[in-house]
Every structure is written in structure tokens, then in C-alpha cells.
Nanobody, 115 residues
Framework: QVQLVESGGGLVQPGGSLSLSCVAS????????MGWYRQAPGKQRELVAGLSTEGTRNHADSVKGRFTISRDNAKNTVNLQMNSLKPEDTAVYFC?????????WGQGTQVTVSS
């Protein structure tokens, strides 16, 4: 079993910054990718950013230029630096890990952008 523990998140004013982190533990064999999805109230879960072990990055168009994903492969961690936050970024952010054809998910952390 794989466990994902997220940290960060919280309340921030528009234009502010937040950083999310996620640490994976447990049955880690060969991680193919790690990253973040988010789900706003009444909306479907959407990919925010993903990063493969080989270094291929994928950011949603809505966050390009504002969010940056990074990983520490040795520590099985993935981070998301979020700058210039907007109210529409408000959502629960879920860390994911993709390994051997299977997705694993964290519990989610709330990000609220409001004045």
C-alpha cells in the first residue's frame, strides 16, 4: 500500500502565494509520475500539474506561468508552488502518485483564495 501525506494549503488573499508538499511512503517500487489534481465545489476533479520521473512536466493551461511543480525523487516528494493565486483557484488539492499502472491519492488539502 502507498500512503500520500499532503501539507500546506490554507487561506490566502488574491495575488498571494502558497506552497503544497506531498510525501509518499509505503510500497514504493517504481514511480512513473507524481502531481496534483484539484476539485472545486460542484466541479469535476481536474489535473493541475504532473511530473514524470523522467522529468516531463504537464501544467493545466489555467495555471501555466503561475504554478510550478517540482519533485525530489530521492525523497519521494512532490511540491507545488502557487503564485498569483486567484479566487478561481479555490479548491481541494489532491496529491497523486502513478505507479505500475495504478493511481494513489492523498486525502486532499483545502486552498481558499479570498479577500
Amino acid at each position: 500500500q502507498v500512503q500520500l501525506v499532503e501539507s500546506g494549503g490554507g487561506l490566502v488573499q488574491p495575488g498571494g502565494s502558497l506552497s503544497l508538499s506531498c510525501v509518499a511512503s509505503g510500497s514504493i517500487y517504481r514511480i512513473n509520475a507524481m502531481g496534483w489534481y484539484r476539485q472545486a465545489p460542484g466541479k469535476q476533479r481536474e489535473l493541475v500539474a504532473g511530473l514524470s520521473t523522467e522529468g516531463t512536466r504537464n501544467h493545466a493551461d489555467s495555471v501555466k506561468g503561475r504554478f510550478t511543480i517540482s519533485r525530489d525523487n530521492a525523497k519521494n516528494t512532490v511540491n507545488l508552488q502557487m503564485n498569483s493565486l486567484k479566487p478561481e483557484d479555490t479548491a481541494v488539492y489532491f496529491c497523486f502518485l502513478f505507479q505500475l499502472g495504478k493511481f494513489y491519492w492523498g486525502q486532499g488539502t483545502q486552498v481558499t483564495v479570498s479577500s
